[in-house]
């Protein structure tokens, strides 16, 4: 008999940002790698997680969220939370219109810009990813919206996700 080694393991991040104003958020996942991701997800969204992403390639974990629960109410379409690989957290706001099984996505303002995008639930025991995304300052935020919700295929999310001027500079 051999033991099955999960791809993550599961460890306490006291410093997580999210764990700030709640140390049940003061956990992360090590990467196969050594890195340590997702920073301020619990323990029990973070053991969910290492299930799920057996699946993954970890090559595709830079772009990986994590679905966490708070205790917030959100307004009607939006939701779930996600946290990213830098333990930034990000809100679904609503379902994209034309692409299928995607989703409006934007994160918290956090080292200067917002990420706006298009993201996926990956029905991996609470896994998403981003599909698509810029980096943008606070004043390109409606912009970039509205250009996100616009697009009509997955081509045109490549294109405008890496077209010039998508990061903040």
């Given at each position: ?35 340590i991701g997702w920073p301020g997800i ?128």
């Amino acid at each position: 008999m051999g033991i099955i080694r999960r791809m993550m393991d599961v460890l306490a991040v006291p410093d997580a940002r999210l764990g700030a104003s709640d140390v049940t958020r003061r956990w992360g996942m090590r990467r196969a790698d050594g890195r340590i991701g997702w920073p301020g997800i619990t323990a029990v969204e973070g053991d969910r997680a290492a299930r799920g992403c057996d699946r993954c390639a970890s090559s595709a974990f830079d772009n990986a969220l994590v679905c966490i629960e708070l205790g917030v109410v959100l307004s009607d379409g939006a939701g779930p939370y996600l946290v990213d690989v830098d333990g930034t957290l990000v809100l679904v706001l609503a379902q994209h219109p034309a692409l299928s099984a995607c989703h409006l996505a934007m994160s918290q303002y956090d080292d200067g810009h917002f990420r706006v995008g298009v993201v996926r639930d990956c029905a991996m025991n609470g896994w998403w990813r981003w599909e698509g995304f810029r980096d943008i300052s606070a004043d390109d935020q409606i912009v970039a919206l509205d250009a996100c919700h616009d697009l009509v295929t997955h081509q045109e999310l490549i294109t405008w996700a890496e077209s010039p001027g998508s990061d903040v500079g």
